[in-house]
């Protein structure tokens, strides 16, 4: 089961399942208000750039419990908090720490043309990403940081070869429900 909250992306799902004859179901939700019944999975994945767009991780997070089996896996990657401390530059100006780790202050671009808030992305530390799950009775068993391939060298915003030698770009965490 697959579930996004926009609509584009589910037309991308829809697009796939008919390119390869694999089907799999999706519906349109928020992780906040999970259309699912309780206990109704038994691995639960959330794949890198979702969760740090949800500004009440906390429900979410109750939401990704209450659909989850016990013992069942919640699997989720991340921007690598220490990404925050770094501006945008793939270049070497890029791996100069430039803010706080620890600060939570949301990024947020505004449309120039409308004023609109058009992107918001909310930074936790690991230790936010460990415990949050825990309170809610999962115990972490795996944290992946996944290291630069020796023979990538795209550029994509802020990352580049000279950046991903140095700093990983992803956390990706392996969680178990007691």
Do not use: K
């Not at 179901?25 to 208000?33: D, F, G, K, L």
């Amino acid at each position: 089961m697959g579930l996004d909250l926009s609509h584009r992306q589910l037309q991308h799902s829809r697009r796939l399942d008919e390119n390869t004859g694999v089907a799999v179901p999706s519906v349109r939700a928020t992780a906040t208000h999970l259309p699912f019944a309780d206990s109704s999975f038994d691995i639960v994945f959330c794949s890198f750039g979702a969760l740090q767009f949800v500004a009440d991780i906390e429900q979410a997070l109750d939401e990704t419990t209450r659909v989850l089996r016990p013992g069942g896996r919640f699997a989720f990657s991340i921007t690598h908090p220490t990404r925050w401390m770094f501006p945008d530059d793939p270049g070497v100006g890029g791996l100069t720490a430039s803010q706080s780790y620890w600060d939570r202050t949301p990024y947020v671009e505004i449309d120039d043309a409308s004023g609109v808030v058009s992107y918001v992305e909310h930074h936790r530390t690991l230790g936010d990403w460990v415990r949050l799950p825990a309170a809610r009775g999962f115990n972490l068993s795996n944290l992946v940081e996944p290291e630069w391939p020796a023979d990538h060298d795209r550029v994509w915003g802020g990352w580049s070869r000279t950046r991903g030698l140095l700093t990983p770009g992803t956390a990706i965490f392996v969680a178990d429900r007691t």
